[in-house]
C-alpha cells in the first residue's frame, strides 16, 4: 500500500515539472517571437522612437544594428537628420521648444522673451508659426557705448548657433536687431552703434557655427524703436536689447516674396540662399 502511494506522488510530481517545461517553451517562443519583429522593424518608425525620446530633436546615436528585410545581416545606417516625413526633425518647432526649455532652466524665461505664430506688425517675424521672434535684454549684453560683447553673452549666443545651424535647411534667413537707448549725455551715434553690434552677433554666428552669411541679415534700428521709458535707467535698460526673427522657408514672408522686396534678397524653399545665387551668377 506505501509503494503504490509513493507511485503515485512520483508521478504527480512528474506532472508538475512537464508543466513548468510546457511554460518554458512558451515564453522562449514568445521571446523569439519579439526578437524577430524587432528584426525586421521599419528605418521610420525606428527615427520615430529615437525622436520621442530625445526632447531636444536629435536622433543621432553611435550605432543602431537593426537588420531589414532582404538586407541579411548588414547594419541599417543611422542617418540622423531625416524623420519619418522626410522633413528633418531638427525643424523650427523643436527649435522654438529647445530655445524655450534652455531660458528656462537658466532662469532667463522672466527677461528674456521667446514668441512665435501671429505678430503685432512692429516686428518682423511673419505671421505664420514657421517664425520665432527673440528678444534678449539681460542675456546679449555689449560693453557700453561699444559693439563689444560681454563675457556673459557667449553662452546663449553659442546654444542658438548650434540650434541655428542643426535647423538650417529649415531656414531661410535670420534677421538680427539691434537696439540702443535713448540717453541724452552718449556722444556714439545710436544708428551706427546699432548696426555694428547687430553685426558683431551675425559675425559670430557665421565665423563660428558656419551659418551661411546670406542668411544673416544685421539691421541696427537706433533708439527710434523703445519698449521702455527711457527716462529711467530700468527704461533704458529694456530698450539696449537684441531681437532676433528667424523666418522659415515656409513662411507666407518667403513665399510670397514680401521680404525680397523689402531687403532684396531671393529665397528657394528648397535650396540655400548661396545655391539660389550661384545659379543666377550662371
Given at each position: ?62 550605432q543602431i544594428v537593426l537588420t531589414i528585410d532582404g538586407e541579411g545581416d548588414q547594419p541599417m545606417e543611422n542617418k540622423g537628420e ?201
Open positions: 500500500m506505501a509503494a503504490l502511494k509513493r507511485k503515485k506522488a512520483d508521478e504527480e510530481s512528474g506532472g508538475n515539472w512537464m508543466d513548468t517545461y510546457g511554460d518554458m517553451v512558451t515564453l522562449l517562443l514568445t521571446f523569439f517571437i519579439v526578437l524577430y519583429s524587432m528584426s525586421t522593424i521599419e528605418e521610420d518608425k525606428w527615427a520615430a522612437i529615437v525622436r520621442a525620446f530625445n526632447r531636444n530633436g536629435q536622433t543621432k546615436v553611435d531625416e524623420d519619418i516625413n522626410g522633413e528633418g526633425i531638427t525643424d523650427l518647432d523643436e527649435f522654438y521648444t529647445a530655445v524655450e526649455e534652455f531660458l528656462e532652466e537658466q532662469n532667463m524665461s522672466s527677461t528674456e522673451i521667446i514668441d512665435r505664430g501671429e505678430d503685432d506688425g512692429t516686428n518682423l517675424n511673419g505671421t505664420k508659426e514657421d517664425n520665432i521672434y527673440l528678444s534678449f535684454q539681460n542675456a546679449i549684453t555689449f560693453r557700453p557705448d561699444t559693439a563689444i560683447l560681454m563675457e556673459s553673452s557667449y553662452e546663449i549666443l553659442d546654444y542658438l548657433g548650434e540650434k541655428l545651424k542643426a535647423s538650417d535647411k529649415n531656414i531661410a534667413v535670420v534677421i538680427i536687431k539691434g537696439h540702443t537707448a535713448k540717453y541724452d549725455s552718449s556722444t556714439v551715434d545710436s544708428r551706427i552703434l546699432s548696426s555694428e553690434r547687430a553685426s558683431t552677433i551675425a559675425n559670430y554666428f557665421e565665423k563660428k557655427f558656419a551659418i551661411p552669411a546670406d542668411k544673416l541679415v544685421p539691421i541696427g534700428l537706433a533708439n527710434i524703436y523703445p519698449v521702455a521709458d527711457n527716462n529711467s535707467q530700468e527704461g533704458r535698460a529694456q530698450n539696449r536689447r537684441v531681437e532676433m526673427s528667424i523666418i522659415g522657408k515656409n513662411s507666407p514672408l518667403i513665399k510670397d516674396e514680401l521680404l525680397k522686396s523689402l531687403i532684396g534678397l531671393k529665397f528657394d524653399t528648397s535650396t540655400t540662399l548661396g545655391e539660389v545665387q550661384d545659379k543666377e551668377l550662371k
